[in-house]
T-cell receptor
Framework: DAGITQSPRYKITETGRQVTLMCHQT?????MFWYRQDLGHGLRLIYY???????DKGEVPDGYVVSRSKTENFPLTLESATRSQTSVYFC?????????????FGPGTRLTVL | DAKTTQPPSMDCAEGRAANLPCNHS???????VYWYRQIHSQGPQYIIH???NNETNEMASLIITEDRKSSTLILPHATLRDTAVYYC??????????FGQGTTLQVKP
């Protein structure tokens, strides 16, 4: 019963490199979300997906790309990493994406861009 | 989207009730109030949610004012393991959560 997992848990990369953060859920939830959390702040939504091949922007999408070819996976790609993208990234999922549906979060990926 | 305001920090004595307030004066009629907590930068953990009625589960109680502009999360008997950052995001009708800055709750022996 893994629930929702993220990999890698820690990543150090250099400015300009491409990096992909993985998210996998075993509940067959329709909706998946990517958030970032900067030191001392709450979470901000980057992108979300309502189903396979359906994605939409959140509050802070610039510099990120997402895809969702399978229901259970929702990778987040930084095409050319910048220092301002140093952050902790959380993936979440919910069953139907309604306001009554609880979002369940993964353990996070701590990304450092040098 | 509705914004939330919470006190930055609070203390609570172990074994006593912890009452954490949240202001959401711009909440819309069909938006839910959620409560999550985050321990040591782990992923946020779901606690409870509600629309307009008070709610209770095995973890906590949620009291929502009649005008829905504020709410209070109650941990009835706080333990040291309840030390965490508590958030009260609002869920829009599309299910997106809007997080504020949260309250750091320190439970003291």
């Amino acid at each position: 019963d893994a629930g929702i997992t993220q990999s890698p848990r820690y990543k150090i990369t250099e400015t300009g490199r491409q990096v992909t953060l993985m998210c996998h859920q075993t509940w067959s939830h329709s909706y998946m979300f990517w958030y970032r959390q900067d030191l001392g702040h709450g979470l901000r939504l980057i992108y979300y997906s309502a189903a396979a091949d359906i994605t939409d922007k959140g509050e802070v999408p610039d510099g990120y790309v997402v895809s969702r070819s399978k229901t259970e996976n929702f990778p987040l790609t930084l095409e050319s990493a910048t220092r301002s993208q140093t952050s902790v990234y959380f993936c979440a999922s919910s069953e139907l994406g309604l306001s009554t549906d609880t979002q369940y979060f993964g353990p996070g990926t701590r990304l450092t861009v040098l | 989207d509705a914004k939330t305001t919470q006190p930055p920090s609070m203390d609570c004595a172990e074994g006593r009730a912890a009452n954490l307030p949240c202001n959401h004066s711009t909440i819309s009629g069909n938006e839910y109030v959620y409560w999550y907590r985050q321990i040591h930068s782990q992923g946020p953990q779901y606690i409870i949610h509600g629309l307009k009625n008070n709610e209770t589960n095995e973890m906590a109680s949620l009291i929502i004012t009649e005008d829905r502009k504020s709410s209070t999360l109650i941990l009835p008997h706080a333990t040291l393991r309840d030390t965490a950052v508590y958030y009260c995001p609002i869920a829009s009708n599309t299910g997106k959560l809007i997080f504020g800055q949260g309250t750091t709750l320190q439970v003291k022996p």
